[in-house]
């Protein structure tokens, strides 16, 4: 019986021959999607493309680009709310 978190159809099975001759069973992780802007949904620039467990092994500083929404937000983006932001906040 697999392990609980292996006891889906999502991940690929793939038979592998041991060196006890035997043939197991190894599951493949999932590729891993590139980070997109939650406005516009293009690909984020400076956010690593890695596996999350790979991610927590990086230093702080370069996980995230360091702006106000950085990871989540694309320059382009960004500086047009903060345009409608100031617009708002002047009428």
């Known amino acids: 019986m697999p ?3 292996l006891r889906t ?3 690929k099975k793939v038979k592998v021959k041991v060196p006890g001759g ?3 069973t190894h599951y493949k992780k999932g590729r891993v999607s590139v980070a997109i ?3 516009c949904k293009k690909p984020l620039a ?6 999350p467990s790979e991610v927590r092994k990086l230093s702080y500083s370069t996980r995230r680009v360091w702006r106000p929404y950085g990871g ?3 320059p382009s983006c960004l500086k047009i709310g903060i345009k409608k932001a100031a617009r708002a906040i002047a009428s």
Do not use: I
Request: aromatic share 4%; glycine share 4%; proline share 10%.
């Open 3 to 5: 392990q609980p978190h």
């Open 9 to 11: 159809r999502n991940l």
């Open 22 to 24: 035997s043939t197991k």
């Open 37 to 39: 802007c939650a406005v």
């Open 46 to 51: 400076g956010v690593p493309f890695k596996d």
């Open 72 to 74: 989540h937000v694309c």
